[in-house]
């Protein structure tokens, strides 16, 4: 899948959080972003995509959010919690 250059981080991020199986991963993240599933592996479509939601890319643009702002975005988005961003949450506080 591509992990951060695609969407491959995302799908796994829902077979680990909610216990998906591949293909009901890929349909829920491309539901959540607004694509087909086929767009999912398009390297191009993707980076344009992650940029413009915030949610971090392979190499970093100026100024786009990246690290624990990105996972905060990813977790917002797909609706999961994520440690990293629960544990920076609760530091703010």
Same mark, same amino acid.
């Given at each position: 899948?591509?992990?951060?250059?695609?969407?491959?981080?995302?799908?796994?991020w829902?077979?680990?959080?909610?216990?998906?199986?591949?293909?009901?991963?890929?349909?829920?993240?491309?539901d $959540?972003?607004?694509? +087909?599933?086929?767009?999912?592996?398009?390297?191009? +479509?993707?980076?344009? &995509?992650? +940029?413009? &939601?915030?949610?971090?890319?392979?190499?970093?643009? #100026?100024?786009?959010?990246?690290?624990?702002?990105?996972?905060?975005?990813?977790?917002?988005?797909?609706?999961?919690?994520?440690? #990293?961003?629960?544990?920076? $949450? #609760?530091?703010? #506080?």
């Open positions: 899948m591509g992990g951060i250059r695609t969407t491959g981080d995302l799908v796994a829902m077979q680990l959080a909610r216990k998906m199986k591949i293909a009901e991963a890929k349909q829920y993240v491309a $959540k972003l607004g694509i +087909e599933v086929s767009t999912l592996t398009d390297e191009e +479509e993707m980076r344009r &995509l992650r +940029e413009e &939601l915030g949610i971090g890319t392979i190499i970093s643009v #100026s100024g786009s959010p990246k690290g624990i702002l990105a996972k905060i975005r990813i977790s917002e988005l797909l609706g999961i919690p994520i440690n #990293s961003v629960e544990l920076f $949450k #609760s530091q703010l #506080s």
